[in-house]
């Protein structure tokens, strides 16, 4: 297949997408990662750093940055799925310049601007929410648009803890530094089963003290996993490089991310290049945690995220729209992320990031370097190590209820922008389908 038709990042990012050599044979390792995407890669990048001696084996089923983070929006932000406290607040903030300080270190180009993001308000309704959660600290219309000029816009928030980055560039990157610091790395190798000690795949099996769970949304592939996540489809499409004048109205001089207040979420981006990048959920859950490429692309929400993108920007109605792709993230029933080691069986996971990955891989990586070199830390004392979410409702069940839950949101939204008032539904659905998906 050609991974650079993937997506937008894909396509722009300077690497030879040929696939590293497969495993071939059966090895041995003192640490065996499963999934090259970011949270499998920092994790290496970490331990290769802290002990180069370690013997650390990855094996990815397609390429490194195939998955989420290879398609995502490019959101290199301190958010979390849930509220675990200001501890855990602290560290994602800190995790946002860690990323940047690496990827400036190890000579990563990742297009990467701390431009912050600003979250919009542009219904009554919206502008209560914002004003519930953040107080005097909600923007007025004027000071909004010294970040974004949006139609309708009633106030904002801003935070400062988000960078844009090129998600491609990072994760190629990362790709080759860790190879470059001895981390063997085989692609085209899916992994069928992980055991205590052993990770088997088609080509052969890696027998290792430690194994590394590091695969976010196609987890529910692996034996015994089917309910651990599920991997839910957010969609993007991108704009060609607009020229200046067009910028001059919409703003984001500083490459702020920006969203706003609705229930199914929105996210956007000003790419290094010129180009508008925005996605948002809509896309279904399929049946059983299906998982296939005609996934990917969802032309009625392609033509949705374009409507709301002309909604927002009536500038925009001439662009051109160059690019339109999407791909899986992983939530669990609790729309808690969590990161852990079982020293019993010497297994290790970390994911359940619900779209707020790119930073939070980091941390997952450090927290994980960490547990296998058993050393306390303040980061193993953080609150989501450890943390087992429940596993999800068996089919249909789950199709029936997350499903219901997107359509709920959908027509919370739609209540809103007509009565101006805070929707019912959406107050009752906001536990239950939360989280961002940048």
């Known amino acids: 297949m050609s991974y650079r038709g993937l997506s937008l990042w894909h396509e722009t990012t300077p690497t030879d997408w040929t696939p590293r050599p497969a495993l071939a044979g059966d090895t041995e390792a003192d640490v065996a990662i499963v999934g090259a995407g970011y949270t499998g890669l920092w994790t290496a990048y970490y331990l290769a750093r802290a002990e180069p001696s370690l013997r650390i084996v990855m094996v990815e089923s397609e390429v490194a940055g195939f998955g989420a983070s290879g398609r995502n929006g490019g959101w290199c932000s301190a958010l979390f799925p849930t509220s675990l406290g200001e501890t855990q607040d602290a560290a994602m903030r800190a995790s946002v310049d860690e990323v940047l300080a690496v990827a400036a270190a190890e000579g990563i180009d990742c297009h990467a601007a701390k431009g912050g993001t600003i979250v919009l308000a542009r219904t009554p309704a919206q502008l209560a929410r914002a004003r519930a959660e953040y107080g005097d600290r909600v923007l007025s219309p004027a ?4 970040h974004l000029r949006a139609s309708g816009t009633l106030g904002a928030t801003y935070t400062p803890d988000c960078a844009a980055i090129h998600p491609g560039r990072l994760v190629r990157g990362l790709a080759d530094v860790v190879t470059r610091r001895g981390v063997r790395l085989y692609e085209r190798t899916p992994a069928t089963s992980i055991e205590p000690g052993l990770v088997r795949t088609p080509g052969g099996t890696v027998r290792a003290r430690y194994v590394v769970r590091a695969t976010e949304g196609f987890t529910p592939r692996l034996p015994g996993l089917a ?3 599920v991997p839910v489809y957010s969609l993007i499409i991108a704009s060609e490089p607009l020229p200046p004048s067009v910028w001059d109205e919409i703003g984001l ?5 920006f969203s706003d207040h609705r229930h199914l979420i929105i996210y956007g981006q000003r790419t290094a290049d010129d ?10 859950y399929h049946l059983g945690s299906r ?3 005609e996934f990917d692309r969802d032309h009625r929400v392609f033509a949705g995220l374009h409507a709301t993108l002309l909604e927002l920007f009536p500038v925009l109605a001439g662009a051109r729209f160059t690019h339109a792709w999407g791909g899986p993230l992983g939530i669990p029933r609790d729309w808690c992320a969590s990161v852990g080691l079982d020293r019993t069986t010497g297994l290790a996971w970390a994911g359940g990031y619900v779209g ?3 930073s939070t891989t980091n941390l997952a990586g450090r927290t994980l370097c960490d547990l296998v070199l058993e050393r306390d830390s303040e980061l193993t004392d953080l609150p989501w190590v450890g943390h087992h979410s429940p596993r999800w409702e068996p ?3 789950r199709w029936l209820g997350i499903n219901a839950g997107l359509r709920a949101m959908t027509l919370a939204d739609a209540e809103e922008r007509v009565t101006g008032r805070p929707s019912l539904i959406g107050r009752v659905m906001a536990p239950l389908v939360g989280g961002h998906s940048a």
């Open 143 to 146: 000071d909004a648009g010294e």
């Open 227 to 229: 309910r651990a996540v």
């Open 253 to 257: 001089a500083r490459r702020e991310t």
């Open 275 to 284: 180009r508008l990048v925005f996605g948002g959920r809509g896309a279904p």
């Open 291 to 293: 998982i296939r490429p």
């Open 356 to 358: 707020d990955g790119v």
């Open 395 to 397: 089919e249909p069940l």
